[in-house]
């Protein structure tokens, strides 16, 4: 039920919108989800009963609205067939801004609780993206409860959000401080300069080549790990691609000669280029991997 509340809030303002435009009949349809999904709402059955066809739909709607609120004034109105107290038949937007009339709450002091739920919301009915303000929606974020349209609404497990509040919410998951950062690089920095050297300097032959593609993987996981754990195990937003370029920047500086061996020496040298090449690849992508 709370995961689908902010929808059937926006649902409900939808068909309201939908009734006032004069599409009477998509209203009532709106309804008819609204209540299959939760039949618990006052509103939504006050809405299909005004805006049913079907005699026999009408009563039940009326019906319901009234076992759940048994003191409501326009479902005993729309039950006794009287015309509907409040919400005039039709529906223009301005004949919901009219105060109650004044009459009937004397009448009935019990009522003053809950009055007509209709026409309270009737005032923010159009809602415009507070980022595209030429774009009407219904949409409304679930943290700041600003109206967004569909493009900037993000889709999350317990409502749409706007694309601040989903930053926000990413920045308290980001809890890097500029000193992390730092440490980060550095720590990455010789860890991967270290490792280049071993790849760059050491072995050679064909099973180098085999040797350094089954161990780069891991080594770009231990040069992550090792950063995680010296920056306290918090996350940054940048973090990952920082290490990840640190493992690249720590082969290429030691196998900078071999670049300038193949200026040098033409497209033979190529092939000892290739070590190197296959290490920074598949350590980088471990790297930034585990550190995500
Ligand atoms: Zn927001
Ligand atoms: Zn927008």
């Given at each position: 039920?709370?995961?689908?509340?902010?929808?059937?809030?926006?649902?409900?303002?939808?068909?309201?919108?939908?009734?006032?435009?004069?599409?009477?009949?998509?209203?009532?349809?709106?309804?008819?989800?609204?209540?299959?999904?939760?039949?618990?709402?006052?509103?939504?059955?006050?809405?299909?009963?005004?805006?049913?066809?079907?005699?026999?739909?009408?009563?039940?709607?009326?019906?319901?609205?009234?076992?759940?609120?048994?003191?409501?004034?326009?479902?005993?109105?729309?039950?006794?067939?009287?015309?509907?107290?409040?919400?005039?038949?039709?529906?223009?937007?301005?004949?919901?801004?009219?105060?109650?009339?004044?009459?009937?709450?004397?009448?009935?002091?019990?009522?003053?609780?809950?009055?007509?739920?209709?026409?309270?919301?009737?005032?923010?009915?159009?809602?415009?993206?507070?980022?595209?303000?030429?774009?009407?929606?219904?949409?409304?974020?679930?943290?700041?409860?600003?109206?967004?349209?569909?493009?900037?609404?993000?889709?999350?497990?317990?409502?749409?959000?706007?694309?601040e509040c989903l930053y926000n919410l990413e920045e308290k998951f980001f809890s890097a401080t500029k000193i992390d950062y730092l440490l980060a690089s550095v720590v990455s920095f010789i860890l991967s300069l270290?490792?280049?050297?071993?790849?760059?300097?050491?072995?050679?032959?064909?099973?180098?080549?085999?040797?350094?593609?089954?161990?780069?993987?891991?080594?770009?996981?231990?040069v992550a790990k090792l950063t995680y754990r010296v920056i306290g195990g918090r996350r940054g937003r940048y973090i990952p691609h920082i290490v990840a370029t640190m493992v690249i920047v720590g082969?290429?500086?030691?196998?900078?000669?071999?670049?300038?061996?193949?200026?040098?020496?033409?497209?033979?040298?190529?092939?000892?280029?290739?070590?190197?090449?296959?290490?920074?690849?598949?350590?980088s992508?471990?790297a930034f991997?585990w550190m995500r």
């Open positions: 039920m709370n995961m689908s509340e902010p929808r059937l809030r926006t649902l409900l303002r939808q068909a309201e919108k939908t009734k006032n435009a004069g599409k009477r009949a998509a209203a009532a349809q709106l309804y008819r989800e609204i209540v299959a999904e939760e039949p618990d709402l006052v509103d939504a059955w006050l809405g299909l009963g005004e805006l049913s066809t079907d005699a026999a739909e009408k009563e039940r709607a009326y019906r319901q609205a009234l076992a759940l609120d048994p003191e409501n004034v326009v479902a005993q109105a729309g039950l006794a067939g009287e015309p509907l107290p409040e919400v005039a038949e039709t529906s223009e937007p301005e004949t919901a801004v009219s105060p109650p009339p004044p009459a009937m709450t004397q009448q009935a002091p019990a009522v003053q609780k809950k009055p007509a739920p209709l026409a309270e919301k009737e005032d923010d009915f159009i809602l415009y993206c507070y980022r595209h303000p030429e774009r009407d929606t219904s949409l409304r974020c679930y943290s700041c409860n600003k109206p967004i349209c569909i493009d900037c609404a993000n889709k999350t497990p317990v409502g749409y959000i706007c694309p270290l490792a280049g050297f071993v790849v760059v300097n050491f072995g050679g032959g064909f099973f180098w080549v085999l040797i350094v593609l089954f161990v780069a993987g891991g080594v770009g996981a231990f082969v290429v500086i030691p196998a900078f000669p071999m670049l300038i061996g193949i200026l040098l020496g033409g497209l033979g040298a190529l092939f000892s280029l290739l070590v190197p090449g296959i290490y920074a690849f598949v350590a992508s471990s991997y």
